[in-house]
């Protein structure tokens, strides 16, 4: 009669222990899967921020190039005049 008890009772721990891993593996598997979703997710989320500031960066640049040809057109010939003044002004 206690062997049989012993026997169930082992027999009941083996179940248990199983239904335990079981669940264990699933709560790791679900937990697993919400952490790549989350990393998924930021990672989209951070993408489209790092898309933002390069066109952001571009346009930036853009000006900036346009800016100094704009400056550069209006120095050149000031450049020039000054130049070509100077002598005659050292001269009188």
Do not use: W
């Amino acid at each position: 009669m206690f062997l049989d008890q012993l026997g169930f009772a082992i027999f009941l721990q083996i179940i248990v222990s199983r239904s335990t891993n079981r669940l264990f593996t699933f709560i790791v598997y679900f937990l697993c899967s919400a952490l790549v979703t989350a990393f998924e997710k930021a990672k989209k989320k951070y993408q489209g921020k790092l898309k933002k500031l390069e066109m952001q960066m571009a346009a930036m640049s853009e000006r900036y190039e346009s800016q100094v040809s704009h400056l550069s057109a209006k120095y050149n010939p000031l450049e020039y005049f000054f130049i070509k003044l100077n002598p005659l002004m050292q001269n009188s």
